[in-house]
């Protein structure tokens, strides 16, 4: 039986694992296990972010993570603790210093992207479940969860962005669990995105946090 609840800070490694395992070319990834153990702990010690994680008897299949208000959120992190994250990427910034140093800048400027209409919505950061767990529901577990507790702490909106090419079972995946495209993103570097949003309001899908609880 799974179970999904807030996650701890010595669930960290498990979380970084299963980062790595899902997100194998991305740019978080290449910073290395120490930049992303930093990462994630400074989230799952946060106040103002969700970290969610779902066990099963033999271990963390997944997790999910965000901040309930992301508008500042990035750039507070990497200033509290900018010289311990700049030594763990700096393997990195050696073998790539131009483009490196300027994601890293990219992600102390970096506000959310939050829809114009909802700038009080609540981001979901990253989520990922291993391939043991691929099909078992561990994902929609995870975003329910996530609603749910972002609902908990007022929002009224959850957001994220995804690839909108060459990622339908993604798209499909949020489709299904009652997120709509609200735009299309084109990052700077040039990757397309949609941006989905999913209304908590009472009455709706979504407001969950009356009706379950996340230990």
Do not use: W
Request: glycine letters at 10%; hydrophobic letters at 45%; one cysteine or more.
């Amino acid at each position: 039986m799974s179970e999904v609840r807030k996650a701890r800070f010595d669930d960290g490694e498990a979380i970084v694992a299963i980062h790595q395992q899902a997100f194998p070319g991305f740019f978080l990834t290449s910073l290395g296990r120490p930049f992303l153990r930093r990462f994630y702990g400074a989230m799952i010690q946060s106040p103002e972010a969700i970290c969610l994680v779902i066990e099963r008897g033999h271990g963390i299949d997944g997790f999910v993570v965000g901040p309930v208000r992301p508008a500042g959120y990035f750039r507070q992190l990497f200033l509290r603790s900018g010289l311990a994250f700049a030594i763990d990427a700096m393997p990195a910034f050696f073998r790539q210093p131009g483009m490196v140093g300027a994601r890293l800048l990219r992600a102390v400027l970096y506000r959310g992207d939050a829809p114009v209409a909802y700038p009080e919505a609540a981001l979901v950061s990253s989520i990922a479940v291993l391939p043991r767990a691929a099909g078992s529901g561990a994902a929609g577990a995870l975003i329910d969860g996530f609603c749910a507790e972002a609902a908990a702490r007022g929002a009224r909106h959850v957001y994220l962005a995804t690839d909108r090419e060459e990622n339908s079972a993604a798209n499909r995946f949020y489709a299904k669990h009652h997120f709509s495209v609200e735009s299309v993103l084109v990052r700077p570097d040039g990757r397309v995105m949609n941006r989905y949003l999913r209304t908590l309001e009472s009455g709706g899908p979504g407001r969950e946090s009356q009706e379950r609880s996340i230990r």
